[in-house]
C-alpha cells in the first residue's frame, strides 16, 4: 500500500512542479546546444548545406562520415572536447537544479513558486554536489570491482571456455544494474532528506540515505525496481520510434527534433516522479515513527 501511495503522490507532486522540470529541461537544452551547434558548422562545412539531409536519408551513414576528411577530424575534436564539458558543467548543473525540485517535492512545499525554486538550489547546491559527488565515486568504483576486473580476469585466462568473457559480462552487468538501483536510492533518500532539513549536513545525509535504504530494504527496492522498469520500457520506446524517422527535408528536421525534444522532456519528468515517489515513502515513513 506505501509503494502505491508514494508512486501515486510522486506523481501528483511532479505534475505540480511542472515549471521547475521545464527549467531542467531548458538548461540541459542549452547544454546540448553547446555541443550542437559547432557541430553542426562542421558538418555544414564538410558536406555542404543541402547534402546532409541526402546523405543521411537511409539513416545513419558511416561511409558519408568516413569521406569528411580534415572535417571529420574537427567534428571529433568538438565531440570529444563538447562531451567532456558538458560532463562537468552538466554535473555542477544537476547538483544546483535538483536541490529546487526536492525542495518543490516536499509534502509541505505547497504552490510551486520559481523564485523558491532557486533559492532552495542554492541552499542546497554544496550539500547536493557532495552528495553526488561521492555516490557517484562508490559507483565508479563499485563499476570497476564488479563489471571490469572480472571482465578482464575472464577474458584473460586460458581456461576459460568459449565465449566465457561475454557471459561474465552479461551476469555482472545484471549484478552491477541491481547494486546500482540500491545506490542511486541512497542518493535519493539523502537528498530527500536534505531538503527537508534548514541546515547543510550533506555527511549526515548521505548517512541517513544508508540506513533509510537498507531499514526499509524491501518497500524502498520495489518502489525503485518499478520505477526503473517504466524508465527502461520508455528507454525502449524512445529507441524503437526515433531511429525509424527519417527526415528528407526541413521542415521534417524540425518535426523530427520537436518529438526529441518531448520525449526527453518526457525523461526529465520520470526522474522527477522518482524523485518525488522516493520523498514520500520518506515522509510515510516519518510520520508512521511519530505516532
Known amino acids: 500500500m506505501k509503494?502505491?501511495?508514494s508512486l501515486k503522490t510522486g506523481m501528483l507532486r511532479s505534475m505540480k512542479s511542472w515549471k521547475g522540470i521545464v527549467i531542467a529541461w531548458l538548461c540541459s537544452f542549452l547544454l546540448a546546444s553547446l555541443v550542437a551547434i559547432p557541430m553542426k558548422s562542421a558538418l555544414k562545412a564538410?558536406?555542404?548545406n543541402s547534402m546532409i539531409t541526402e546523405k543521411l536519408a537511409d539513416g545513419f551513414n558511416v561511409e558519408?562520415?568516413?569521406d569528411l576528411g580534415a572535417s571529420f577530424r574537427s567534428l571529433r575534436s568538438y565531440f570529444s572536447s563538447g562531451l567532456f564539458m558538458i560532463m562537468i558543467i552538466g554535473f555542477l548543473v544537476n547538483s544546483f537544479l535538483s536541490?529546487?525540485?526536492?525542495?518543490s517535492l516536499k509534502g509541505i512545499s505547497g504552490t510551486f513558486s520559481s523564485s523558491e525554486f532557486f533559492r532552495a538550489s542554492v541552499k542546497n547546491f554544496w550539500s547536493f554536489f557532495v552528495i553526488s559527488l561521492i555516490i557517484s565515486m562508490i559507483i565508479l568504483l563499485m563499476a570497476i570491482l564488479i563489471i571490469v576486473l572480472p571482465v578482464s580476469i575472464a577474458s584473460?585466462?586460458?581456461?576459460?571456455?568459449?565465449?566465457g568473457a561475454f557471459k561474465t559480462a552479461i551476469i555482472v552487468t545484471s549484478f552491477f544494474l541491481l547494486v546500482l538501483t540500491l545506490l542511486l536510492l541512497v542518493a535519493d533518500?539523502?537528498?530527500a532528506w536534505q531538503a527537508s532539513n534548514d541546515n547543510n549536513a550533506c555527511f549526515k545525509a548521505i548517512g541517513f540515505g544508508f540506513r533509510q535504504t537498507f531499514r526499509t530494504f524491501f518497500s524502498s527496492y520495489t518502489l525503485m525496481l518499478i520505477l526503473f522498469v517504466v524508465q527502461g520500457l520508455y528507454g525502449w520506446l524512445v529507441l524503437s520510434i526515433l531511429p525509424g524517422m527519417k527526415p528528407?527535408?526541413?521542415?521534417g528536421i524540425l518535426?523530427?527534433?520537436l518529438i526529441s525534444q518531448l520525449f526527453f522532456f518526457i525523461k526529465i519528468l520520470l526522474k522527477t516522479w522518482r524523485y518525488g515517489s522516493v520523498t514520500m515513502l520518506m515522509e510515510l515513513d516519518n510520520s508512521k515513527k511519530a505516532i
Do not use: M
Not at 99 to 103: A, E, P, R, T, W
Not at 156 to 163: F, K, R
Not at 248 to 251: A, H, L, M, R, S
Open 248 to 251: 528528407v527535408k526541413e521542415g
Open 46 to 48: 564538410g558536406f555542404g
Open 156 to 163: 584473460q585466462s586460458e581456461s576459460s571456455p568459449d565465449g
Open 3 to 5: 509503494i502505491l501511495t
Open 189 to 191: 533518500y539523502a537528498r
Open 64 to 66: 558519408a562520415f568516413a
Open 99 to 103: 536541490g529546487g525540485l526536492f525542495n
Open 255 to 257: 518535426i523530427l527534433f
